[in-house]
């Protein structure tokens, strides 16, 4: 910033002082905003007036718009948990009541309008790359808070969280008693620089052992600056690693929630759940239990997914498309279905935000940790501390990044195998004939049988 004047010198217009009273020094104005004037830039400070649209203007277009509201998504309406599941109240197919979040890039402001109880589960997938130096671009994430349409009561204020994002300055942080929180009918930009690459996730802070159970919670990740290099036949990585270790073919985020039906039934009836009686009916993968987990994605705009998997939106009201043949998953967009070809490297990015620890098993293929909580599998001196598993050990907010080679498969067809939770209860959620749970599968094609992944979590075929 070159601009060192004080405010009443160096206003030619005058009228700053319908906004601060006192003349206020730059010295001054740095002290009160804080670190927020790290990201904005030198832009806003030329007019001298501290407004927040020209804070906006002067970052740019967000990279990304979502919106926080409430809404319903289908479970198995058996097994039956009276009076809570399937709720009563629930419209259509649906069967749950949740608080949520929606992707809303491109919606006009009526189509925007039009979401509040459109939320999805789990939170819209998204990706930033890793802060480059070289050419600084800032990663910038509009929120804007729709309400809650059953339950205008509560007036709750919404935040973005990003879990375990490093030296995120308190302003962007989420974390509503020390940052701000977006009421109703509001909107606020995070800015962020991602200087970490690896596997996250979101939430909302405001409320948070309730919303984040409600379903305001979802996986975010960091591309590295190595991406593009070629490293051992790899162009693609997880990581910085200098040697491709990291690398992979095709990648899947599989983001771990709960729900509790009770909880969610007494949302919706406006009664106050006893978090302390907390108990998980259904365990999730990606927003949905097996077999809906291996049911394809909505249908995805590909070129649009460049920092977001861009679900398809009907045109005139800006809703989600639902998944082709399932209807009732038109608010879980998101597939856990790894489809593969014999051969080639696959990541998995793990990310939980139950509330209880989950154990998920590749039953015949050995994964490689390669990353965990965002942070390589290396010591301090470099040492490869990487391991062979075939299970992971997964505590509420942590993540896990992991490699696997998939196994030889010639022919038509496919060979599956089992991803799965391996606490039995959690992997069908007590669902008749073992369906139902924190469970999806791993199908391997013969070479060239699935052909290259266009966006993350891309079934191919
Ligand atoms: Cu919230």
Redesign the pocket.
């Given at each position: 910033m070159t601009h060192s004047s004080s405010r009443a010198t160096d206003d030619p217009q005058g009228d700053t002082g319908m906004i601060f009273k006192q003349p206020f020094s730059r010295r001054d104005l740095l002290k009160f905003a804080g670190g927020a004037v790290a990201v904005v830039g030198t832009g806003i400070w030329a007019g001298n007036v501290l407004m927040p649209e020209a804070a906006i203007a002067a970052l740019g277009d967000p990279d990304l718009y979502l919106a926080?509201t409430d809404g319903w998504i289908y479970l198995p309406k058996t097994p039956a948990i009276p009076p809570f599941h399937p709720d009563v109240l629930a419209p259509g197919l649906l069967t749950t009541y949740i608080?949520g979040f929606r992707e809303v890039t491109g919606l006009t402001d009526i189509q925007l309008s039009n979401q509040q109880n459109k939320a999805q589960h789990s939170a819209p997938l998204f990706w930033a790359n890793q802060f480059d130096p070289a050419h600084p671009v800032d990663f910038k994430v509009q929120l804007t808070n729709l309400g809650l349409a059953l339950r205008p009561d509560l007036f709750?204020?919404?935040?973005l969280h990003w879990h375990g994002f490093r030296n995120v300055i308190p302003f962007f942080d989420g974390e509503p008693s020390g940052s701000v929180a977006v009421r109703t009918g509001r909107i606020f930009t995070y800015v962020y620089r991602p200087r970490e690459p690896g596997t996250y996730m979101f939430h909302?802070?405001?409320?948070?052992v309730e919303?984040v159970q409600?379903g305001?919670t979802g996986l975010v990740f960091v591309r590295p600056l190595q991406d593009g290099q070629t490293l051992a036949g790899h162009t693609k990585f997880l990581y910085n690693d200098g040697d491709g270790s990291t690398g992979f073919e095709r990648e899947f985020a599989m983001f771990l929630s709960e729900v509790w039906a009770e909880a969610h039934w007494a949302d919706a009836h406006i009664q106050l759940p006893e978090w302390s009686d907390y108990r998980a009916d259904f365990s999730l993968l990606n927003g949905r239990v097996y077999p809906d987990t291996v049911a394809p994605n909505a249908p995805i705009n590909a070129a649009a997914s460049t920092h977001r998997l861009a679900v398809e939106t009907d045109p005139v009201t800006g809703d989600l498309v639902a998944p082709v043949g399932h209807p009732e998953l038109q608010y879980q967009p998101q597939s856990s279905l790894v489809n593969c070809n014999a051969g080639e490297t696959v990541a998995l990015r793990f990310a939980n935000l139950g509330f209880r620890e989950q154990a998920m098993t590749l039953a015949g293929i050995r994964m490689r940790v390669v990353g965990r909580d965002a942070t390589p599998m290396r010591g301090r001196d470099g040492t490869d501390t990487s391991y062979e598993t075939e299970t992971i050990n997964i505590g509420p907010g942590e993540s896990f990044d992991v490699v696997f080679t998939a196994p030889g498969h010639t022919g038509p067809g496919y060979d599956t195998y089992m991803l799965y939770n391996r606490n039995y209860l959690r992997a069908n959620n007590l669902a008749p004939g073992g369906f139902g749970g924190q469970a999806t599968e791993v199908r391997v094609y013969a070479a060239g049988g699935v052909p290259a992944q266009a966006y993350p979590n891309d079934l191919g075929v």
């Open positions: 926080g608080f709750d204020a919404h935040t909302c802070h405001v409320e948070d919303h409600m305001m």
